[in-house]
Nanobody
Framework: QVQLVESGGGLVQPGGSLRLSCAASGSIFSINNMGWYRQASGKQRELVAE???????NYADSVKGRFTISRDNAKNTVYLQMNSLKPEDTAVYYCRFSTWSRDDYWGQGTQVTVSS
């Protein structure tokens, strides 16, 4: 059974930084895309950033220049470095892995709160 375990969320002041991690446990093969999504209270879940096996990267316009996604294929782990955080970045952040055989896996979510 595959599980995605996220860590690194928390409370941070505006302008601060956080680094999220998401690691897969269990037998998971041929991961293609790794991505981060977020869902703010009362809003729909949205894509934050994604990175393909070929390291093509896509960011939401709202986080370009502030967030950096990276992956470690040997560890089946994806990271999201978040700098210059704003109150509007407050949300539950979810990781998602998609395999070449079109299986989708989601993490349980980690809360990020940006507030003074």
């Amino acid at each position: 059974q595959v599980q995605l375990v996220e860590s690194g969320g928390g409370l941070v002041q505006p302008g601060g930084s956080l680094r999220l991690s998401c690691a897969a446990s269990g037998s998971i093969f041929s991961i293609n895309n790794m991505g981060w999504y977020r869902q703010a209270s009362g809003k729909q879940r949205e894509l934050v950033a994604e990175i393909t096996w070929g390291t093509t990267i896509n960011y939401a316009d709202s986080v370009k220049g502030r967030f950096t996604i990276s992956r470690d294929n040997a560890k089946n782990t994806v990271y999201l470095q978040m700098n210059s955080l704003k109150p509007e970045d407050t949300a539950v952040y979810y990781c998602r892995f998609s395999t070449w055989s079109r299986d989708d896996y989601w993490g349980q979510g980690t809360q990020v709160t940006v507030s003074s």
